[in-house]
């Protein structure tokens, strides 16, 4: 899920937390990877060596420290497997859709389409750009497996990581198939172009920054999971305020998903603050410093190459997913993990650290605060995904 643009992108604002002064370069935390080039025209975009150092930098993980996930295949077992579901207790998209095979399947598709025809074009921009980063899964596997020390070594593993990450993947799949199939159903957007955004996306990849360090990943992974929650709960109560019940169902049904998931990773982070606090600690203030790149940032159309910078002004418009949002998740692991009460095992530059992470959300929220009186307001813009309507 994106994170809007309302600070820099939309606002012209110079950034104050890293030393570029144009939004195409920050790396704030409404950092923006623009499309543009890289995948318009399949070359990389035009970065700075600051840019650059950020991006390729790969497996920091000392070798010494491979060894604690070697150590942790047990707790893994123990305590991250039973968070996945049983495949046979597990809802499926069919659950919530009309049944080809039954008799009134054309009238539910009927009654499907009207009751989406109630609901608002810039809904569905941001539904749609919800759906396309979760079907960009490939992407996010291929992260999990470049992690030094956790990623699955043979494709078919019976290590608990790579059993974790397998099920994993399995349960986000459900995700995009549910939203993809609404959406083709419910006859509101474009088909043909999400099904282009899609392909661009997958095929563009993302570098998430986590330098094939599992400390640094399963920092974002905590992150981006507590972010889809938010995004996907909101998306379900606005679908119930447009009253959607089924919608409303499908994306709760998610977001109950994401939390889930975010738990699991979190428990992770959890136990690597008690195992090694020095290194997570710096792991946590690194992946903050970086910020974290938001999974759909290089979506594209084949049309708009600013269309990520536009589908997240309209979520946070539209308040599924915002600054505001961002702040509050660093907030939230901050006390989930107790940072501010860990003493014991913190280097000179692990308590820099947690000074750091300590003090990052009052000043974020300065920032955002600051914005909020300076920001212009946004042009509507038209997006292909809704047959180029304007939002």
Known sequence: ????????????????????????????????????????????????????????????????????????????????????????????????????????FFDRVV???????????????CLVGDMITEEALPTYLSFLNSLDGTRDETGASLSPWAQWSRSWTAE????????NKYLYLCGRVNMKQVEKTIHYLIASGMNMG?????????????????????AHG???????????????????????????????????????????????????????????????????????GNLFDHYSTVAQQTEVYTANDYVEIIEFFVERWNVDKVAAGLSGEGRKAQDYICNLAPKLTKLVERSKGKGKASPLVAFSWIFNRQV
């Open 111 to 125: 009654e499907l389409k009207s009751r989406a025809a109630e609901i608002p074009d810039h809904y569905y921009v």
């Open 210 to 230: 986590a330098e094939n360090n599992p400390f640094l990943g399963f920092i974002y992974t905590s992150f981006q999971e507590k972010a889809t929650a938010i």
């Open 172 to 179: 986000e799949n459900r995700h995009g198939d549910l939203l």
């Open 234 to 304: 909101n998306t379900a109560r606005q679908a119930l305020e447009y009253g959607d019940v089924n919608l409303a169902k499908i994306c709760g049904s998610i977001a109950s998903d994401e939390k889930r998931h975010e738990a699991a990773y979190a428990k992770i982070i959890q136990k690597l603050f008690d195992l090694d606090p020095d290194a997570t600690m710096m792991a946590f203030a690194n992946m903050m410093r970086k910020k974290i790149t938001m999974p759909g940032c290089l979506m594209y159309d084949g049309e708009d």
């Open 1 to 104: 899920m994106a994170l809007n643009t309302v600070l820099l992108g939309s606002s012209g604002l110079s950034c104050s937390f890293c030393r570029h002064n144009s939004p195409r370069f920050c790396i704030a935390p409404i950092m923006q990877l623009k499309p543009m080039d890289t995948v318009k025209n399949m070359k990389k975009p035009d970065i700075t060596p600051y840019d650059l150092k950020q991006m390729t930098v790969i497996h920091s993980l000392p070798p010494e420290k491979t060894e604690i996930f070697k150590c942790m295949e047990d707790w893994a077992e123990e305590n991250l497997l039973p968070m996945l579901k049983p495949i046979e207790k597990s809802w499926q998209p069919h659950d919530f859709l009309p049944d080809p095979c039954s008799e009134d």
